[in-house]
């Protein structure tokens, strides 16, 4: 069914994004820095020309592909904490490909996103199917997963992929053989802006779709609600965790392809992608809803990319943007407190008006007796 | 005599209901006072103002004559006032009297022995037979109950209130319980009795105060008033408590089971060498105390549980071995033992709800897409036709709406897919007697379109008022099947125990 963007969740992100921004402030006052001018150059730095927005999107995109991936498995009610993982991996057939498949331009495109979506994939279906046949935990298997992925890189890309000169990554991808584009690098004036952003819309929107209107979203959804009433229904629960981690695997292999292919141009070793884990972030502000999630990683992605710049004009350290985003986190966690605060506040108007026309009900009350 | 409680002209609103408007309630010492109402009629609202859970708007509360005010359960419990709540507040995996001496530990230093022998003495003076160092997880759920009733007396509390006390128990249980509360006032304590069942107040309390929709509709004195009066109070209208039926017409075979033998959760056989027929036009009740194989039984039939032996078939098609889906689509309807786990995705708006088992086929999906439009039309049609209230109609969320409600959606949901055999596993479970009454009449009419019914519960009155042919299951045996017309509640009752119908007769 149609998920309702309720007009408390939205409260309820934007209350969490401004404490955090509070809390941030205060930190920053606290050692002796001026917010103002610590939020003026985080802000600055993230959008103040057309450079800086293309950076900050390019950040964004593949915040939302990660996010995206962990708030679909939080609809099947499983939490995937093995983004990380599944980017490597993601990223590294990416990798592959466009070190050794030469195409025409759209059918390259098409076999990229495919190696991502098989790599990602892979190592999502594997803690799914784990899950189905023997009941291991989702968040123990991804975990485990994460690793496996870190440690095969690790001896994979000396191997297989060395970079002329640098031990630690792998060499670099053509320029022409990236996700980045020539006239989306030329309308945002350089940076690292890549085609991955319409790979990320296209993901929303299909995810959006399948969450909404498909019957494997409504299956995905019951299991995710409550896998008893499913199982009771007929819907083959076990099933529908596999197909869950195997999608939600799959867009963070997209993501992993945005990130080592578009963002940057090789995969570090001995690195755990950390926007595997700012996902979580991610889906939770963006109350797990497709939308939801485009909106959050922007608002994170420039926080991110405006970091540095804060940290160049001003003594603010780069870290309390991290704080901040922890805070949010934090804020977000908890927002069962918002809900109730939201919820007073309505209360307290509406007894108000009640109050008003107290006198008419109660005489409404005796004619209906 | 005098009033040990008094809350007068209590006023106590939520946004968009009063849940009670006006309601003035005096017990009695030494008395049993019921509190009678339908679910949602207000009568926990007004004992979570007792017990300090919410604050009333207006009124005022007395205990023993004294104005008092009540802002959270320690004032209540330093006031005497103590609540038997319906889900239980135990922790597992601790003793008896861990639990009770729970936030009331004393010193540092545990002084568990002397706790328990105060608990030991507690139990005996009033018939609790409680062993206070046996593990909550080792005792039964009446035991368990009684463990909170014993809690009260360690704090203290003169004036006890049992929220829906009976809901967890079985029928032994239910007496023994009720042979405590008469012993508890015996020694001098006060009780309020929060229930909708009338024979539970006909059996036990002094006087009851009637609530319907938040407001006060009486006080009554239990001896001098039939159950159907009290009954017609509290739903505003007479009730019927028999079922208008005419005699079955049993046609062929719909469910048939043959020698089925299923293992329960502990891996030992729970249903035993299983054979019975359900014939069309026919309702059969499967009569039993709690946990002698039922739900093994149901869950077999339905798919939820793997079948060890033998042969299921609906319509004369083998389904023993089919997916849950396969045997829905051969005729199966089922309205689940648990309605919250089970019978409802309580998340998700009622709308998706009542597809749950048809979303996936033609009219409602085509090619995997959604046909919204008409999966909203499906939902209103059945909550028209069951009349399912609730706040936001199709679009709320099943777990906004009562339990008589969500029952009746659930009804109308596996009605609407006119199974050959619907499965009814406590269908009226903690449900007033106006949904009661309606649910019942359903369950007959699908009867007597000639479809047939599985009936399971562990209310001897439903099991004979709906049955044509009662079918008695004691430890996953069957026992005996008899026409209903050919037997009483006692001889039942003698077979529930295990004592086969000839050596009844003989």
Redesign the interface.
Known sequence: ??IKFKSNTFLIAVSAVILGLVAGAILMASIGSNPFEGFYYLFRGGLMNVERIGNTIATAITLMLVGLSVAFAFKTGLFNIGAAGQMLVGGLCATLVAHYVFLPRPLYLIVIIAAALLGGGLWGVIPGLLKAKFNVHEVVATIMMNWIAYWSIYYFVPAYLKGPSLETESKSIAISQSLRSPWLTEIFGGGYINLGIFVAILAIILIKFILD????G??L??VG??R?????????VNRNVIISMMIAGGLAGLAGMTYYTGYSRNIQIGVMPSMGFDGIAVALLGASSPIGVFFSALFFGMLQSGKGFMNAMTEVPPEIADTIIATIIYFTATSVLFKKFWDSV??RI?TKRKDRADKAVAQEGKDNG | MSHVIEMLNIRKEFPGIVANDDITLQVEQGEIHAILGENGAGKSTLMSILFGLYHADKGIIKVRGKEVHISSPNDASDLGIGMVHQHFQLVQNFTVTENIILGREGSFVLDRKSAASKIKALSEQYGLKIDPNSKIEDITVGMQQRVEILKMLYRDAEILIFDEPTAVLTPQEIDELMQIMRNLIKEGKSIILITHKLNEIKAVADRCTVIRRGKMIGVVEVAGTSQAKMAAMMVGRPVSFKVDKKPAKPGKPVLELKDVNVMNIKKVLGVKNFSLQVREHEIVGIAGVDGNGQSELVEAISGLRPVASGTISINGNDITHISIRARNEAGLGHIPEDRQKRGLVMTAPLSANMVIKEYYRPPFSKYGILNEDLINKHAQDICDAFDVRSGEGIESLAGKLSGGNQQKAIVGREMALEPDLIIAVQPTRGLDVGAIEYIHKRLVEHRDKGHAVLLVSFELDEIFNLSDRIAVMNSGELIDVVETSATDEEKVGLMMAGVKSKEVTA
Do not use: H, I, Q
């Open positions: 069914m149609k209107k498909t019957t494997l409504f299956e959804k019951a609600s409550n008893f009433c499913a199982e009771y229904a007929g819907v083959k309505g209360k509406r």
